[in-house]
Every structure is written in C-alpha cells, then in structure tokens.
C-alpha cells in the first residue's frame, strides 16, 4: 500500500482564488511528520509547510495552511490567493522514524505529486 | 547562510561508468540525505549520513553508495551505470529538526 497519495496528478485555479491539494497518509507510527514541498520546473524542492502528528493546531506558513485530520490520516495544503508563481508540483511527503541523539533519524516518503497551474 | 549546494548541475555519461556527485550542506547542518527523481518512479530516499555514519538505507542496489567527511560534506557514487539511472538526484540537509532543505539537484543522463 502506499504510504503516502496525492489523488489529483492536475489542479487548475484562478489566480486571487483559492485552492486546497489533497494528501492522504498511511503509517502504524505514533510519532510522524508531514511535509509539504514545492517544486518548480527548475527542480528545486521548496519546503513549504510541517505538520506533527501532536501538533494540535493546523500548521499555517503566511499563505498555506495545512488541514490536519489526524482520525483521517489526511493532510491537505490550502494555498490562498494563489499567484501566477505557484505554479508548480507540489508534494507530499512524511517522515517515519525514531529520533536518535544529536539529530533525527529519519527518511521522507514522498507521493506521486499534484501539478498545479494558476490562471491568470 | 547559504543553501545547499550540489555539483555538478549536469552531467552526461555512458552506460558501464561510474558517477560521484557531491553535496556540500547548509553550514551547522549534519544530516545529509540523498533522493533519487524520476518519472517513473517519483521520489525515492537513497541514504542518510549523520555525523559520517550512513543511519538509513533505502532500497537501491549497491552500485549505489555515499560517504559523508568531517565537514559534513557528502558524496554518493554510482557504479556500472544503466540506463535507468538517468535522474535528478537531490540532496537534502537538516539541522537536526524536523526540517529537510533540498539543493537544486544534479541531473544525470545515461546514454
């Protein structure tokens, strides 16, 4: 089963609208983090947004958000006023793992990724 | 603080050579891991270092291996190259925390 599945390959918005990427999440873990990154078509991957599985408030990082549905085991970016910029793929991914001294020992899972494009 | 840096940006090999690209971290970064990108298969963990020590594994042959040095900077190495290695390669470095911070990749094509 995958771990992590980004159900839309495409999202068009307009641009000033809204939009929310979807994200579902499989893991047995307690303790587990979940990303999201921006990838523009020069290849960089941009964080853009974490969320802890104890964090009890929703992540927001000026213009995202992360809607944290835990019992669902769901994690959708909400992008607001979207730009011509954030057109891109954007994914998904989570971290797994136990935190060893001295740092995190850890790996991201990542989705397939969704496309998004902005209309002007 | 500059970002993470990969080199070389490009490169361009046969099949049956080798390949060493090299990641250098956000300073004060100790964790180093390396991702591979295709379309095919999207992105899939390589490894992680952590003070030289390789702590994860993902799930590669072993023509498919890193090293981390002192500094912190990182190699990873492909031997006997096949035609299904062509990728962006990317690497990540982490403070520790929860945060992973990409390099704009070296993207490798195997003719």
């Known amino acids: 089963a995958q771990k992590i599945t980004q159900t839309q390959p495409g999202m068009f918005v307009q641009e000033k609208e809204a939009v929310t990427l979807d994200c579902t999440y499989d893991?047995?873990?307690?303790?587990?983090?979940l990303f999201w990154y921006k990838q523009p078509s020069s290849g960089e991957m941009i964080f853009l947004i974490y969320?802890?599985?104890?964090?009890?408030q929703n992540a927001t990082e000026g213009r995202y958000s992360l809607n944290f549905q835990k019992a669902r085991k769901s994690a959708n970016l909400v992008i607001s006023a979207s730009q011509l910029g954030d057109s891109a793929m954007y994914f998904c991914a989570m971290r797994e793992g136990q935190k060893g001294g001295g740092g995190s020992n850890y790996k991201l899972t990542f989705g397939k990724g969704t496309l998004l494009t902005v209309n002007p | 603080k500059a970002g993470v840096t990969q080199t070389p940006r490009y490169l361009i090999k046969t099949r049956g050579q080798q390949v060493t690209l090299s990641c250098s971290p956000i300073s004060g970064h100790r964790s180093v891991s390396w991702y591979q990108q295709t379309p095919g298969q999207g992105l899939q963990f390589l490894f992680e270092?952590?003070?030289?020590?390789?702590?994860n594994k993902g799930n590669f042959p072993g023509r498919f291996s890193g090293r981390q040095f002192s500094n912190s900077r990182s190699e990873m190495n492909v031997s006997t190259l096949e035609l299904g290695d062509s990728a962006l390669y990317l690497c990540?470095?982490?403070?520790?925390?929860?945060?992973?911070?990409f390099g704009p990749g070296t993207r490798l094509t195997v003719l």
């Open positions: 893991t047995s873990d307690q303790s587990y983090g």
């Open positions: 270092y952590f003070s030289e020590t390789q702590r």
């Open positions: 969320q802890g599985s104890y964090d009890e």
């Open positions: 990540a470095s982490s403070p520790g925390g929860s945060e992973q911070f």
